[in-house]
Nanobody
Framework: QVQLVESGGGLVQAGGSLRLSCVAS????????MGWFRQAPGKERQFVAA???????NYADSVKGRFTISRDNAQNTVYLQMNSLKPEDTAVYYC??????????????????WGQGTQVTVSS
């Protein structure tokens, strides 16, 4: 059974930083594409960032230059370093596992597994 467990969320002031972590189990993590989505109150869930099993990255325009996704295959962990945080980054952040065969990592329909989510709140 695949499990994705996120941590690292919390409350931070605008301009601050947080690092989210997601530990995966139940699959050969190193061969899966991984990513992060987020959902703000009253809004649809949206793509944030993704990293292929080869380490290629993809970002939403709204976070490009501020967020960095990375992975440590030895630790079965994917990270999201978030810098220069803004109040509009407030959301529940979900770690996702796309599996090994995808067309467009920005699409929710490509996600095989979801974590339970971790809350990020940015105060102004």
């Amino acid at each position: 059974q695949v499990q994705l467990v996120e941590s690292g969320g919390g409350l931070v002031q605008a301009g601050g930083s947080l690092r989210l972590s997601c530990v995966a189990s139940g699959r050969t993590f190193s061969r899966d594409h991984m990513g992060w989505f987020r959902q703000a109150p009253g809004k649809e869930r949206q793509f944030v960032a993704a990293i292929t099993y080869r380490g290629n990255t993809n970002y939403a325009d709204s976070v490009k230059g501020r967020f960095t996704i990375s992975r440590d295959n030895a630790q079965n962990t994917v990270y999201l370093q978030m810098n220069s945080l803004k109040p509009e980054d407030t959301a529940v952040y979900y770690c996702v596992d796309y599996g090994r065969s995808t067309i467009d990592l920005r699409r929710e329909s490509e996600v095989d597994y979801w974590g339970q989510g971790t809350q990020v709140t940015v105060s102004s």
